[in-house]
């Protein structure tokens, strides 16, 4: 197939081939690399949303309010032999939106209530900035 290629480049004068056999091999290994290289970069995952390293206001409450129970990067942690729920895997990926709404507006099961700190626009973009974590790992 690649030796169709270079056949009908030459016809068409795309490209001019040098007919030495060692020019074809560092062209088909040049060819080569280049589709690995491109096909390398087109399957890197994106990388996660790092609460850390995120702008968004939501971040930036998370990070004020939530780190000390949930973990710098929301992925739980163990308070006094107890863990606490991580925001991107296990139970809560089941959980509807109305359902963490609810949490975090009212609280409880150890969780302070939020609704006296954020309005409710805000709390439902608490819950869409839960969700963006999550987005890795569904």
Do not use: W
């Not at 390398?40 to 939501?58: D, G, I, T």
């Not at 949930?70 to 992925?75: L, Q, V």
């Not at 925001?87 to 509807?96: E, F």
Request: hydrophobic share 40%; charged share 25%.
């Amino acid at each position: 197939m690649f030796a169709r290629f270079l056949k009908l480049a030459a016809e068409k004068r795309i490209i001019e081939i040098n007919v030495r056999p060692t020019s074809r091999l560092k062209f088909f290994i040049i060819c080569i690399s280049a589709a690995t290289s491109v096909l390398a970069c087109a399957k890197e995952k994106p990388k996660p949303l790092s609460v850390q390293e995120s702008v968004r206001v939501e971040a930036s409450f998370y990070r004020a309010n939530c780190v000390v129970c949930h973990g710098a990067e929301a992925t739980g942690k163990d308070i006094g032999g107890r863990m606490t729920p991580s925001m991107r895997t296990g139970d809560v990926l089941a959980k509807s939106d109305d359902y963490l709404y609810a949490q975090i507006q009212n609280g409880g099961n150890g969780m302070p209530p939020f609704k006296y700190q954020l309005s409710e626009k805000e709390i439902k973009n608490m819950v869409q900035f839960i969700r963006d974590l999550q987005k890795d790992e569904r």
